[in-house]
């Protein structure tokens, strides 16, 4: 519990410090990304905070389908633009994520066969 | 500083009893998903969501008052962003050799999806504020959320074009990978990792641990890659 406590405490600190930063750089990137990219580097140096932050880390993660309930339930309210524009949303959604696998797969053999 | 403590606060302090329903929806979606032996299309969200929109109607609750209600789940996608750099730097540090295919890989492929998403909006002519919550759908939701607050999309329409595009990323990349015989399943996991982020990525752990860190790396770095190449490239997109 003391280790979750401070892996969140650890966790929340550095995405204050990331939006400060983003706030008074005028930086183009969420604040919380800052913060992600600050914790990513504290930890390539210096591996002692890991064992603080697993505990934590590990159950927002495994949980964070339960943060996203709320806004996704706010897609029931998005109103009658949107839901007129649903079925080509939707079309949209799957032939892009088609096309992107389908393009990185056909790239990867590319690039792994002239690495032979 | 004051101040971004002070908003986070008034957040969490109003959490009340809207809490509850989502809990029991969440609880409810959770075990029903765990008994389908995990089935991709009862997702959790795909569950809870519904369940509790009609018990909203049938309360008479305001989407407003059940949001903020909420807010200690809202305020947690914070932290919960912050912590995706934990796995990602344990994944990072065995780095392996490939690391020159590796960041072309990643790099043109995030690119490509974002791109073909954007240009089929425009293609089938729908409003700017669809394409605004689109464009992050393939990235990893807590950072996709946060782009999309930041170039002003909606952000529940991003919630559920991000859940959509995972499914169908998991549903679909089996055939893609027979037909352009992709047999390397350290490289089909970094297409599930970038082509359908978390939803992908906790795919590819089933198939095996490096699957899944290949996943891991590819969620993780497009993220970010995203995350610092869109907010400035949106004007090119809106008239």
Known sequence: MMKLAAGLLILVLLQWLGQWGVQSLELNIPGQLLGMILLLIVLSFNKSLLPWLEATSGQLIRFIALLFVPITTGAFFLGPEIFEQLPQILIVLIISTLLAQWFMALLINRLRGRDK | ?239
């Not at chain 2, 909420?70 to 490939?98: C, D, E, F, K």
């Open chain 2, 1 to 239: 500083m004051r101040e971004i403590i002070l908003q986070q606060w008034q957040l969490i302090s109003a959490t009340s009893w809207p809490l509850l329903l989502t809990l029991a929806g969440f609880w409810i979606a959770w075990w029903t998903y765990n008994r389908s032996g995990r089935a991709s299309l009862l997702h959790p969200l795909m569950i809870a969501t519904p369940l509790i929109y009609f018990t909203m109607h049938s309360i008479d609750l305001d989407f407003a008052t059940y949001y903020a209600g909420n807010g200690i789940l809202n305020w947690l996608l914070g932290p919960a962003t912050v912590a995706l750099a934990i796995p990602l730097s344990q994944q990072l540090r065995q780095l392996p050799a490939m690391f020159k295919p590796l960041t072309v890989a990643l790099l043109l492929g995030g690119l490509f999806a974002t791109l073909s998403a954007l240009l089929l909006v425009k293609l089938f002519g729908l409003s700017d504020v669809v394409l605004l919550s689109l464009a992050a759908k393939s990235v990893t939701s807590p950072i996709a959320l946060s782009i999309v607050e930041k170039i002003g999309g909606l952000t529940s329409l991003l919630a559920v074009a991000t859940m959509i595009t995972g499914l169908a990323g998991i549903v679909m990349a089996k055939t893609i990978f027979r037909l352009t015989q992709l047999e390397d399943e350290r490289w089909q996991g970094l297409i599930l990792g970038v082509t359908a982020h978390a939803i992908g990525t906790a795919k590819a752990f089933e198939s095996s641990p490096s699957c899944g860190a290949f996943a891991t790396l590819g969620m993780g770095i497009n993220g970010i890659l995203t995350a610092i190449m869109l907010p400035a490239s949106m004007g090119l997109f809106i008239s």
